[in-house]
């Protein structure tokens, strides 16, 4: 098992953290102008809102071994991924605002994040982006140019056809991509054992003629390995492979999910094994961090969040006149 340096170490939790304060900001954010009565429609961040507090380690243990020119697809719960890519992080809140300096002008919004400066995309349709990712890699292979894809989904998108198709193909023609499955349990309110035929989906990978791998328990040195491997195999021609994670979702599917589908308990559960606290203390105990760190580390984070918050609410809201611009109509 390849275990990250110091230096991986250290850029993992910090990532993590610049993801979390930002999720805890929007989530503030969020409900503005949505109280008393909840209207979607209302207030700074109009629209669905899909939060990925408790899925940093999946985020971070695989972008820990990409640059810019890898390309990254990832889902309708983008923004942990996005961050662990290096998206643009001011563009990214405004283009979440619907403003005009947004990743796309704010004609996107939080679940459709493009930054072609390092190859990241992401999708608010169900393994929409394993196909892209395969195409992206199939590029590369086709005009020997160097890079992998990788693409996120969440486990209730390996029921869908474009997991199969594209596995199947990537595997025929053994393309440097990684299909990595978020593993929440949940389908917005659907069980997983309530969805899947099988009780694993890294088991999907043999009938493709791929390795696939799982990785328990959302453990952030443990994927980092995991990815280590599938991402070495793919920049070296050994083509594609599955990296399953057990992860959490701690929030709701959505903002202003009840979550009464959930068993007693369960929130709670997951809460006590939040895997950024989890992460700070096996750094603490390895010697890698101080307290003194970790509290500069947690500033800086918080620091780059608020930065890119107030670049957002200042920014603009594209004129009216110019709203079916760079849109399919
Ligand atoms: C093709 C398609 N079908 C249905 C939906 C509606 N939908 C949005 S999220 C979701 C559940 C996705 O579950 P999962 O893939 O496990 O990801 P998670 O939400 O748990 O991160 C569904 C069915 C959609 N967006 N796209």
């Given at each position: 098992m390849t275990l990250p340096s110091n230096a991986q170490r250290l850029w993992m939790f910090e990532q993590m953290l610049v993801s979390r304060y930002l999720e805890e900001c929007i989530e503030r954010i969020y409900m503005e102008g949505k109280t008393p009565v909840f209207n979607m429609a209302k207030g700074p961040i109009p629209g669905e809102m899909h939060l990925s507090n408790g899925q940093e380690p999946c985020a971070v243990g695989i972008c820990a071994h990409l640059s810019a020119e890898d390309v990254v697809t990832a889902t309708h719960r983008p923004h942990h991924i996005a961050v662990a890519k290096g998206v643009h992080l001011n563009e990214m809140l405004a283009e979440i605002f619907g403003k005009q300096s947004g990743l796309s002008g704010g004609r996107g919004g939080h679940m459709h994040l493009f930054d072609a400066r390092v190859n990241f995309c992401c999708s608010g349709i169900i393994a929409q982006g394993m196909g892209p990712a395969v195409g992206a890699a199939l590029s590369r292979q086709l005009q020997g140019k160097p890079g992998v894809a990788v693409a996120f989904i969440g486990e209730g998108a390996a029921n869908q056809g474009a997991f199969h198709e594209t596995l199947n193909l990537a595997a025929l023609w053994q393309l440097p991509v990684v299909f990595v499955i978020e593993d929440n349990a949940w389908g917005i309110s659907v069980a997983k054992q309530a969805s899947t035929a099988i009780e694993r989906n890294y088991l999907r990978a043999a009938a493709y003629g791929m390795p696939g791998v799982f990785v328990a328990d959302n453990d952030t040195d443990a994927i980092f390995a995991a990815a280590f491997e599938a991402i070495e195999r793919a920049r070296n021609g050994g083509g594609p492979s599955l990296i399953e994670i057990e992860t959490s979702r701690l929030a709701g599917h959505f903002m202003g999910d009840g979550e009464q589908y959930r068993p007693a308990g369960e929130k709670a559960?997951?809460?006590?094994?939040?895997?950024?606290?989890a992460y700070r203390q096996r750094l603490l105990d390895l010697g890698v961090l101080d307290e003194q760190q970790?509290?500069?580390?947690?500033?800086?984070?918080?620091?780059?969040?608020?930065?890119?918050?107030?670049?957002?609410?200042?920014?603009?809201?594209?004129?009216?006149?110019?709203?079916l611009e760079m849109v399919f109509v």
């Amino acid at each position: 098992m390849t275990l990250p340096s110091n230096a991986q170490r250290l850029w993992m939790f910090e990532q993590m953290l610049v993801s979390r304060y930002l999720e805890e900001c929007i989530e503030r954010i969020y409900m503005e102008g949505k109280t008393p009565v909840f209207n979607m429609a209302k207030g700074p961040i109009p629209g669905e809102m899909h939060l990925s507090n408790g899925q940093e380690p999946c985020a971070v243990g695989i972008c820990a071994h990409l640059s810019a020119e890898d390309v990254v697809t990832a889902t309708h719960r983008p923004h942990h991924i996005a961050v662990a890519k290096g998206v643009h992080l001011n563009e990214m809140l405004a283009e979440i605002f619907g403003k005009q300096s947004g990743l796309s002008g704010g004609r996107g919004g939080h679940m459709h994040l493009f930054d072609a400066r390092v190859n990241f995309c992401c999708s608010g349709i169900i393994a929409q982006g394993m196909g892209p990712a395969v195409g992206a890699a199939l590029s590369r292979q086709l005009q020997g140019k160097p890079g992998v894809a990788v693409a996120f989904i969440g486990e209730g998108a390996a029921n869908q056809g474009a997991f199969h198709e594209t596995l199947n193909l990537a595997a025929l023609w053994q393309l440097p991509v990684v299909f990595v499955i978020e593993d929440n349990a949940w389908g917005i309110s659907v069980a997983k054992q309530a969805s899947t035929a099988i009780e694993r989906n890294y088991l999907r990978a043999a009938a493709y003629g791929m390795p696939g791998v799982f990785v328990a328990d959302n453990d952030t040195d443990a994927i980092f390995a995991a990815a280590f491997e599938a991402i070495e195999r793919a920049r070296n021609g050994g083509g594609p492979s599955l990296i399953e994670i057990e992860t959490s979702r701690l929030a709701g599917h959505f903002m202003g999910d009840g979550e009464q589908y959930r068993p007693a308990g369960e929130k709670a559960a997951l809460q006590a094994k939040d895997p950024i606290p989890a992460y700070r203390q096996r750094l603490l105990d390895l010697g890698v961090l101080d307290e003194q760190q970790a509290e500069a580390i947690a500033a800086r984070a918080r620091g780059r969040v608020d930065e890119a918050v107030l670049f957002a609410r200042e920014s603009a809201y594209p004129a009216p006149e110019e709203a079916l611009e760079m849109v399919f109509v």
